[in-house]
Each structure stands twice: as structure tokens, then as C-alpha cells.
């Protein structure tokens, strides 16, 4: 069983209609790079760790997301790590200023540079939304906290219950410092490849790699181009085709 909770900037923003049963949660104001992405992650968390108490995982995806895998390969993926939670690095290297401010705080060994789109255990939801008062402070001064608050306030915690990846993570996303098959040039550094259309060997490559669930950005009318040259509608091709595994 899975369960969807929205939070979006605005109502009028949710405007595409939800056919699967989803509750649509009340809008928090939030800004690129602020502490206020991660005020409404921790929402989002909070109201679906309340909401069903048979949830082993709780799976953050942005609103330009696609499918990569069919429900059954999710269960039986998450089910081999029933306690665990999972999280893709990013260059570490960056930790270094960015993150200079939380050394006040906790030793430089709990920081961690991580991708925002994180997989996460219902004990691990549960130490970081009851722990939220005393760590939101921390992040107060820092650059897109929601690129490090999790992975670093569950090892200051001394969770070791995690599982990492580098590279393409649970969540796809082509930025331009990719190691990819189909590989974009000149993409920009500040933000990933927005796809409008995507070619019928490039999304069976997606679907081929073992723990990619989702892949990113995906405009609302993105169109899948087959191979006899025939343009579909992409959400409309995933949900009738039956080629998820």
C-alpha cells in the first residue's frame, strides 16, 4: 500500500488533477535554496508519518517526476532494506564553506553533501520530526539546507541504518557533471536537463537500472519518441504500455 501527500507553493500551482488518492496538504510559502524547502519537507513528513502508522518509507519526489519502476518492484526493493534509509552524495568537496556553520554545532565527520530527493525509514521520519525543534536552528545560515540535513543530522545522531549511492541515484536527474549513457552537452550547472521529450532507448536505459524509482525533469506534456518515429504522450505511454518492471 502506498499513500500520496502534495504540498505544492500555492493551491492555484496544483493544477494537473490528482486521479490516484492523494491529500493535498496546505501551502507553505517556500524559497530556492532557503530554509523554508526543508520547513515544508518536514510537514510532509510529520502529517504522512501521522497519517498511516503502516508506512515503512516515506519517499520524497518533486512534482516533475516520472515513474521508473511498476509499485511491486518499489515494495520488493524497499522491503530487502525494511530499516533502512536511502540517500545519493554529491561532491563532497562542497562541504567546505558551504556548510562551515554547522561546525559550531557537531563534528565535521557528520556533514554530508547529499541530493534532496531522499528515501527515507519511518524510525529515521520519526528521530528527525520529533529532533526538529533542536536542529532547525543549526541550518538557520545555511545555503539549500535540504541538501545535507537529513544524511548529517542522522549520523550526528549515530544512525547507521543508511544506505549511500554516488552517481544516478534513486531519483534520476541529468546535471551536467552526469555520468551517463545519453548524456546532454552544455547543460547548465545550476540547474538539470528539463526534458520535453525523451527517446524510446534513453527512457528503456532509465527503466534497465536496478535502484532508479523516479527520474526528473519532466515537463506536464512530455512525449516519448518510439522508434518507427511516432510521438506519444509520455505519462500516457507509462501508464498504458506495462513496460515498468
Known sequence: MFKIFIHGISREMLTTPIKLSAKILRPIPTRWGALSIVVAQNYLLRYAFRDAANLSHFILLSGHCIPI????????????????SIFTLLDQRKISPRYNSLLQFMSAGNITHHHQWVILARQHVKLLINSERKYMPMFKHVWAPDETVYLTMLRYYMQINVITHVGIGTTFAQWWDIDYKYKTGGLSRAHPKIYSQISWEELQYLISLPHVYAARKFTRNAQVNLQNGTKI?????????????
Do not use: D, G, T, V
Open 69 to 84: 519502476k511498476a509499485p511491486e518492484y518499489l515494495y520488493a526493493s524497499l522491503n530487502e532494506h525494511a530499516n533502512f
Open 233 to 245: 504522450n509520455l505519462q500516457s505511454f507509462l501508464q498504458f504500455a506495462r513496460i515498468l518492471r
